[in-house]
T-cell receptor, first 110, second 115 residues
Framework: GIQVEQSPPDLILQEGANSTLRCNFSDSVNNLQWFHQNPWGQLINLFYIPSGTKQNGRLSATTVATERYSLLYISSSQTTDSGVYFCAVGQNSGNTPLVFGKGTRLSVIA | GAVVSQHPSRVICKSGTSVKIECRSLDFQATTMFWYRQFPKQSLMLMATSNEGSKATYEQGVEKDKFLINHASLTLSTLTVTSAHPEDSSFYIC???????????FGQGTRLTVV
């Protein structure tokens, strides 16, 4: 099956710093999403981005499907950004499940 | 976005008992829902695909007799962990989409502890 690799696995930032999280995938996809898992376990949808670039406030994401990677940018990080960020992809058309990467654990310190 | 609601959010049960977890699509109909499991500090792993009106499809290594899935209506899928054991303690989370090839939404998750 498809492999999803996220880097870095762990990241510690000073509040106010910027960061880039990367997601590489081993095959073509027609669905890619970024999530933030908060300390209570809930998955917060950040971006649905099978291709192109999107921005939402301090967050933005870019997916280059032809090169099989996606990037999540976090600018001016805040302590509330702490948590685990997951990239998940889906193959095939139709209602198919997502395959998750192992995540990037982000800690933002004041 | 679409709302997927999961209940209960947390449950503690004794070893050998069964626990039922509900996953509801609140503002849309979902013919297909997905159940994932997440162990501490690990990623989400797909357990099974729940199909309304038909049998669930289980991933390799997931015991279908232990993890019973029922998708009796277009807005409700249930996961029953039968004869639970401490190794079944985990975070269970469901997912659904409004339609194919669109954004997937997740429930709040259920943290199961078997003592």
């Amino acid at each position: 099956g498809i492999q999803v690799e996220q880097s870095p696995p762990d990241l510690i930032l000073q509040e106010g710093a910027n960061s880039t999280l990367r997601c590489n995938f081993s095959d073509s996809v027609n669905n890619l999403q970024w999530f933030h898992q908060n300390p209570w376990g809930q998955l917060i949808n950040l971006f649905y981005i099978p291709s192109g670039t999107k921005q939402n406030g301090r967050l933005s994401a870019t997916t280059v499907a032809t090169e099989r990677y996606s990037l999540l940018y976090i600018s001016s990080s805040q302590t509330t950004d702490s948590g685990v960020y997951f990239c998940a992809v889906g193959q095939n058309s139709g209602n198919t499940p997502l395959v998750f990467g192992k995540g990037t654990r982000l800690s933002v310190i004041a | 976005g679409a709302v997927v609601s999961q209940h209960p959010s947390r449950v503690i049960c004794k070893s050998g008992t069964s626990v039922k977890i509900e996953c509801r699509s609140l503002d849309f109909q979902a013919t297909t829902m997905f159940w994932y499991r997440q162990f501490p500090k690990q990623s989400l792993m797909l357990m099974a695909t729940s199909n309304e009106g038909s049998k669930a499809t289980y991933e390799q290594g997931v015991e279908k007799d232990k993890f019973l899935i029922n998708h009796a209506s277009l807005t409700l899928s249930t996961l029953t962990v039968t004869s639970a054991h401490p190794e079944d303690s985990s975070f269970y989370i469901c997912s659904a989409r409004l339609q194919a090839n669109t954004e997937a939404f997740f429930g709040q998750g259920t943290r199961l502890t078997v003592v």
